[in-house]
């Protein structure tokens, strides 16, 4: 057999292990976020741009190119990616300086967080989260055989994520550097380090992400008014209350699709961090049921990979992938229902914004991937049993 013809048998093997329950929901909840930004920005964008699909063209296109990268990490050898990640980690820190050099980094709403590439705009953060999952689950699953050995086997990727963290942060942008430090905690976590050491090393990060967090005027306004937004209702207030008015008026059964009153220039960031209060506004109950079942069944397909894998590198990474999504929807639906501070952290999948759903896409073509791997090592083994 030809190397050719043995490529493509090796490739159909792989498809036909895939969790297409999984690549279902994946592909449910980005159309379900194409359908929610066109109804929630459409008012703006006629406004700003005299046309109506100004958004939803950007996020369509955006889809197209997350989905053609999905289907790539959906196969492409995750023992290949690995190698990679030293690069793609260079890589990565190199782009988090570049967005901090003037004239380079482009700065928007006080934030210097993008580079322009022709009329596209990129976030690195974004890719980071990717990239720091690959890094932690490549260098813990290495260390397995000394992990209680902090000097040797914990600090040094931890010294990693402390020079990614404080480059994000000095974006600014707090949330994003907070949600890759605990989706890294998690692979930690389940890597078998000692548990004086996690309670350590949580003590250490809780008590410097709360001093962050109150050490900036603008960060402490934002504390202040999730804990009581009607202090300041037209001022740091103004967001969340907006959001609970939002909220009010969808009630139980919502306004119907496109019936959302507070997306006509009353709540800002309606199609973005935001999104969630429009399908609760239109949909209702029955639009946070369907995101809150899928990104739980997300969760759980996700967990059982990493469960079903035998391969250290392979369960740190499924792990981190898998929590990575759920700390950005705890993030962002805390923040909508005024149970968190606001922090900037879009909804998987469903907020407008290119960079964060196409390196979301990556991130669960990379899910798929593994989920493959799984089932094709479960399969032999039950032939083999």
Same mark, same amino acid.
């Given at each position: ?90 890589? &990565?820190?190199?782009?988090l300086l570049l967005v901090l050099v003037p004239g380079? $980094? ?5 934030? %210097? ?9 990129? %976030? ?22 000394? #992990? ?19 480059? @994000? ?5 707090? $949330? ?5 430090? /605990?989706?890294? $905690?998690?692979?930690?976590?389940? &890597? ?11 003590? =250490?990060? !809780? ?12 960060? !402490? %306004? ?24 939002? #909220? ?10 496109? $019936? ?38 997300? /969760? ?24 990575? @999504?759920? #700390?950005?929807?705890?993030?962002? !639906? ?10 900037? =952290? ?13 390196? /979301? ?8 991937? !593994? &989920? ?8 032999? %083994?039950?032939?083999?049993?």
């Open positions: 057999m030809t190397k050719k013809g043995g490529d493509k048998n090796v490739l159909k093997r792989h498809l036909k292990h895939i969790d297409y329950w999984l690549v279902a929901t994946i592909l449910a909840l980005s159309l379900f976020g194409l359908v929610m930004v066109y109804s929630a920005s459409y008012p703006l964008a006629m406004l700003h741009y005299g046309n109506d699909k100004h958004f939803l063209n950007r996020q369509w296109i955006s889809l197209l190119i997350g989905l053609a990268m999905f289907a790539l990490a959906a196969i492409f050898p995750y023992q290949k990616l690995r190698k990679l990640t030293p690069a793609l980690i260079l890589g &990565s820190i190199l782009l380079i $980094g482009v700065e928007r709403n006080f934030s %210097q967080r993008w580079l322009s590439i022709g009329s596209f705009m990129f %976030q690195p953060s974004e890719a980071v989260k990717l990239t720091m999952i690959l890094y932690f689950a490549h260098v813990y699953a290495k260390k397995q055989n000394y #992990i209680d050995d902090f000097k040797n086997g914990v600090l040094p990727p931890l010294v990693i994520m402390g020079i990614v963290f404080f480059l @994000i942060l000095s974006q600014p942008d707090l $949330g994003t550097a907070t949600s890759i430090l /605990m989706a890294c $905690g998690c692979i930690l976590f389940c &890597s078998g380090v000692r548990m004086a050491h996690l309670i350590g090393l949580g003590t =250490i990060a !809780l008590a410097g992400i709360t001093y962050l967090a109150l050490s900036a005027s603008y960060r !402490l %306004q934002r504390v202040l008014s999730f804990r009581d937004p009607f202090e300041d209702a037209s001022g740091s207030g103004y967001q969340l209350i907006n959001s609970y008015e939002a #909220i009010a008026y969808g009630g139980l059964s919502g306004n119907g699709l496109g $019936g959302s009153i507070q997306k006509l220039g009353f709540l800002p960031e309606a199609h973005t961090d935001f999104i969630m209060s429009i399908i609760l506004e239109e949909l209702g109950i029955a639009g946070l049921l369907f995101m809150v079942c899928a990104y739980l069944f997300i /969760m759980y397909r996700g967990v059982r990979i990493s469960l079903m894998a035998r391969d250290p590198f392979l369960k740190l990474l499924a792990i981190g992938l898998t929590f990575q @999504i759920m #700390i950005q929807v705890l993030f962002n !639906l805390g923040a909508v229902s005024g149970l968190l501070p606001i922090t900037g =952290i879009t909804l998987p999948y469903i907020s407008y914004g290119g960079s964060s759903l196409i390196f /979301m896409l990556i991130s669960s073509g990379v899910l798929v991937n !593994l &989920s493959a791997v799984v089932n094709k090592t479960k399969a032999i %083994q039950h032939k083999l049993n």
